[in-house]
């Protein structure tokens, strides 16, 4: 029984935002909705209190009798972050990192990063590279003129690499994604 | 102008030892639909005496032996691989010829001195290995022909040439043509070959001396132009792209045999789906549909069956195409038949918009607009995101066998690479 109440109120809270001026533009039917909204006499209004508590309502489109949106005719495009991170290039690609391994360089684990392969690697980079045939996440330095892969983790014991020929740089970690909410 | 054309080393095994460094260095082969046979051999590979399209269940004893390791074929890795590929020869040039997965011919200026330009050759391979992780060859010459020849030749010169060959020299030309069995010059086969053996043509040396007349008597105006294009000029019309596609099929083996009704109508829409997807992509109406389904060959009594129906107005709307499907399967399917493979053909293509109308048929007006959005969405979301109800949802059986199948790398954010 609370539950069905719960469920009818949230018909009517979601039937409240008919009256603003918001369109919303999806409509998404489940295939049993479909079946008994096939049987609603659609063409009468129907009383929100005679509507099964199993159909969930959904707003399809605001009815076009308030003002015209003021907004219209300056609208653009929305916000595309594959653009900000320039992933439609030849030799950018994603990778996922595992691992706390580069926590002091301030990607964590389950972080999300752009790879650019077309990058030469320079110490300081950040890089991708392949060590006992695997996927890391390194940083690249120089000491004395010699080539290391490090990590970025003083609480584990992470032994560093030297990237002679036996070590491929993948490519260079030019950015990185991260769900904070995770 | 010059012509070059460049491809990419055992490309479907390069694309998987891009993203899985376990692979290289050892033998590699990646199957064909449905795991059936070798498509694609590392050079390891090739040196056991794996031949092209040597089928699995042969190789069984020399996988083991050699621990050769075995991929299915990853078309979402090696199409959007192909896609950089290709990404890369437009910073070169101003005309990119996109004519195989695994091949483009690029529009180059000849040198001053008349030669082709090597040195962008070898910069764009050099691009292409540091942006793609693809190893490549190229051939330059005068003709698209003369490229395809060079190219073949940078090919079994690796060694020598750093995989560049160019062949704008006549003089190299005729040295080198001499040396050259006719039946390995592009677009001479087996047949034709045969046909040529005669004439006492046996090089690629003795068809370029070929009096052009004599070229279209002895094959046709295809042969002719290739003379033509050996000598070094270009005909306009000897265009590796094909032509506008006439027809399509989707045909494919199940990955398990199938003996009941509703899944191989779902089979079929299946394919219907992706046949009508592939010729909107191309702007395209289909005036006639076939579908078929039957059964394996080697075993006693197979089903068999095929049915078709004119499409009017011609479509590419794959809510008709699978209601016209799924009628067919519920006429043709025999009980207790065991069904090994079905397809679908869509023939008589024209574009959208030119077909003739159909006096008493109307398309449906919201058409467009809903195939555009089930497209639209597709494409950004990814295959089968939005689909006809009768395709079913999920993997099944019936399904093509991709058992060995590497992650989708670059096309699924769930599988992509990862660094620890």
Redesign the interface.
């Known amino acids: 029984m609370k539950s069905n109440r719960a469920a009818r109120r949230g018909q009517i809270k979601a039937n409240r935002p008919a009256a603003s001026p918001v369109p919303i533009l999806f409509q998404r039917v489940t295939?049993a909705s479909k079946r008994i909204l096939a049987m609603l006499p659609l063409m009468q209004p129907v009383p929100l209190a005679d509507v099964s508590p199993s159909l969930r309502l959904r707003i399809v489109g605001a009815a076009g009798a308030g003002f015209p949106s003021p907004a219209q005719d300056w609208t653009e495009d929305s916000i595309n972050l594959a653009e900000l991170l320039r992933l439609n290039?030849?030799?950018s690609?994603?990778?996922?990192?595992?691992?706390t391994?580069m926590i002091e360089a301030g990607i964590n684990d389950f972080d999300?990063?752009v790879v650019d392969?077309?990058r030469k690697p320079v110490p300081g980079h950040i890089v991708?590279a392949?060590v006992d045939?695997?996927?890391?996440?390194r940083q690249l330095v120089a000491r004395d003129g010699v080539p290391y892969l490090e990590a970025r983790n003083a609480r584990q014991n992470y032994a560093p690499t030297i990237a002679d020929d036996t070590v491929?740089v993948w490519g260079v970690v030019r950015a990185g994604v991260r769900d904070y909410l995770r | 102008m010059s012509w070059s054309i460049i491809d990419i080393e055992n490309f479907y095994v390069s694309a998987e030892r891009v993203f899985d460094p376990s692979l290289r260095r050892v033998p590699v082969i990646v199957l064909s639909n449905n795991d059936g046979c070798a498509i694609a051999r590392s050079g390891e590979a090739k040196a056991l005496h794996i031949k092209m399209g040597d089928p699995l269940f042969l190789l069984r004893d020399t996988i083991k032996k050699h621990g050769i390791q075995i991929r299915s074929s990853n078309y979402e890795l090696y199409a959007d691989l192909n896609r950089r590929f290709n990404m890369v020869l437009a910073e070169y040039t101003d005309t990119v010829e996109i004519y195989s997965i695994d091949e483009s011919f690029v529009r180059l200026p000849v040198l001053s001195n008349g030669l082709g330009d090597v040195a962008t050759a070898h910069r764009m391979r050099a691009s292409i290995l540091r942006t793609v992780g693809l190893p490549t060859r190229v051939g330059l010459g005068p003709t698209r022909a003369l490229s395809k020849v060079a190219n073949a030749l940078a090919k079994a010169t690796e060694k020598v040439w750093n995989g560049v060959v160019d062949l704008h020299d006549e003089e190299l030309r005729h040295r080198l043509f001499a040396e050259w069995p006719v039946g390995e010059v592009w677009g001479i086969g087996k047949a034709l070959a045969a046909k040529l053996q005669p004439l006492g043509i046996r090089t690629a040396a003795d068809l370029a001396a070929m009096p052009f007349p004599v070229a279209r008597d002895v094959g046709t105006v295809v042969l002719e132009r290739l003379v033509m294009e050996l000598n070094g000029i270009e005909c306009d019309e000897f265009k590796p792209e094909p032509d506008t596609m006439k027809a399509t099929a989707v045909t494919r083996q199940f990955g398990a045999p199938v003996t009941n009704v509703d899944e191989l109508r779902e089979a079929m829409a299946r394919r219907a789906g992706r046949a009508a997807e592939k010729i909107r992509d191309k702007g395209l109406v289909a005036q006639r549909l076939i579908a078929f389904a039957h059964g394996s060959k080697h075993r006693p009594n197979p089903p068999s069956a095929s049915r078709s129906v004119q499409l009017s107005p011609p479509s590419n709307d794959p809510r008709v195409i699978i209601a016209h499907t799924s009628r067919m399967v519920d006429a043709m399917f025999e009980r207790g038949g065991v069904y090994t493979k079905c397809g679908v053909l869509l023939e008589e293509l024209t574009p959208e918009g030119a077909a003739q109308a159909d006096l008493f048929a109307v398309a449906d007006p919201r058409a467009p607009a809903l195939l555009a959005a089930l497209d639209g969405l597709n494409s950004r979301f990814g295959r089968d995101t939005v689909k006809i109800a009768t395709q079913g949802c999920g993997a099944r059986p019936s399904d093509t066998r991709r058992s060995q199948k590497s992650p989708s790398w670059t096309t699924n954010f769930a599988e992509i690479p990862i660094a620890r």
């Open positions: 295939m290039r030849a030799g690609f994603v990778f996922r990192i595992s691992g391994s999300v990063v392969r077309d991708i392949i045939g695997g996927f890391v996440c491929e």
